[in-house]
């Protein structure tokens, strides 16, 4: 399960939404200041609103959550989304090319079979059930003061 950490912006019956930013690892990278590549980092972060199903945990507003999502599910969505309209843009060059069609007309079609592909996913993911495919709300997330031991030493 890969898990991100979130904020419960909003409470329904039995969803939450949750508030997750998307990180980069340009935070950690000493050249930072003078990367192209952080700045575009920093300029396209952006906050995504997740609805979530409660699974039975009592959460508030304003709740730090760890959500997750199933490893099968995220290399299924990626099968599906790019590599379908991918295989069909490779079969289709390959096709032109051995049939000896003209090199304008096979990339042409290619691209014709891309967008096709692209097409065909979208028909095709509206009619599949993505129940189990969907985040889930796993724990609440512990505050950090809670693990800190208070201690006295008396001298």
Not at 26 to 44: E, P, W
Not at 118 to 128: G, M
């Amino acid at each position: 399960m890969v898990e991100e950490s979130a904020r419960v912006t909003k409470i329904e019956s039995d969803t939450v939404w949750v508030q997750a930013i998307a990180k980069s690892a340009c935070g950690s990278c000493q050249a930072q200041k003078g990367c192209g590549h952080s700045l575009l980092a920093k300029v396209g972060q952006k906050q995504i609103d997740l609805p979530v199903l409660k699974n039975g945990f009592d959460v508030q507003v304003n709740d730090q959550v760890i959500i997750g999502v199933p490893e099968q599910a995220i290399l299924r969505s990626s099968m599906l989304m790019y590599g379908i309209p991918l295989l069909a843009m490779i079969i289709t060059a390959m096709g032109f090319s051995l049939a000896g069609i003209e090199e304008k007309v096979s990339v042409l079609g290619a691209f014709v079979a891309l967008i096709l592909g692209f097409v065909w996913v979208n028909r095709y993911a509206s009619r599949l059930s993505f129940s189990q495919w969907h985040p889930k709300l796993i724990r609440k997330q512990a505050s950090e003061l809670a693990h800190i031991p208070m201690c006295e030493v008396n001298e």
